[in-house]
């Protein structure tokens, strides 16, 4: 098959678990057979176009324009994909479906399918009542609808849990057949071969100390604030303990002002985005690894610790 893949995010542009799912999936529909076509944000110096090892990739830039909110940011996004897809299609031809990966990427996927009739599946990541306990606000009430009308849109959803499932069928009253869950697939041999890099321990902690680890973005569903809340009972039975924080977010100022204002500092760091080893260095670095999530699409999924 010929697969268009509609991402606002794709590798080396991280902004959340979208970029990761999406390289590898496209890497393994490539494996059995599949022609994969990826349309993504350009971020930085990335190139406009790659070919990530078989997999096509586009990139676009935004119009030299600055929106006026987030929610016009993300239409002008989808005004750009649209030309690259419609550019695409005149040279190589049409495509057998379209995959899109998220609300952010409605109105091209569904421009794209009513012009040239081609069948959208799209993926749920999370919802945005799910991210915010509710809809609280109107531009959560505009996103939430988007992600209806992608559903709606879509011959199939693709949800990575049974969680996600019945979430989403509260929220948009999907029929159930329409839902299909696939758990994020897990690298089973990705820590192979990889021992604790003690000097790579030391640039966060002490030998002595106990490592509690946290990877992952800095926002409130995340749960990082409670995590934080939690360290002077944690430091009351483990004096040892220093909890580093990995990752970014809007969140970042206001918990290193959390960190401050309990007088904890040197017990906790923040380590920044990681990525490539530094991930497996450092959860082979650390004790434990908590996950303090709010909401977590993949609740119901199988974990399995590589912590040593």
Known sequence: MKILMLTWEYPP??????????????????KDGHDVTVITYRD???????????????????????PNNFIDWVMQMNFNMLAKANEIIAEQGTFDVIH??????????KTLKNSYNIPIVSTIHATEAGRNSGIHDEQQRYINDTEWMLTYESAEVIVNSNYMKSELQRLF?????????????VNMNLFNGIERDYDFRRRYAMDNEKIILFMGRLVYEKGIQHLISAMPKILAGYQDSKLIICGKGGMLDELKQQVNAMGIGN???????????DVQKMYKAADVAVFPSTYEPFRNCSIRSHVK
Do not use: Q
Not at 48 to 57: A, C
Not at 100 to 109: F, K, P, R
């Open 13 to 30: 542009r991280v902004v959340g678990g979208i970029s990761r799912v999406v390289y590898d999936l496209s890497k393994t529909l490539l």
């Open 44 to 66: 930085g110096d990335s190139p406009h176009f790659e070919d990530d090892k078989g997999v096509k990739v586009y990139r676009v830039d935004n119009y030299m324009i600055n």
């Open 100 to 109: 899109a990966h998220d609300w952010l990427v409605t109105y091209s996927a």
């Open 173 to 185: 009253g999907l029929p159930y057949e329409k839902i299909n869950v696939v758990p994020n697939g």
């Open 267 to 277: 017990k906790v760091y923040f380590a920044g985005y990681m990525g490539g080893k």
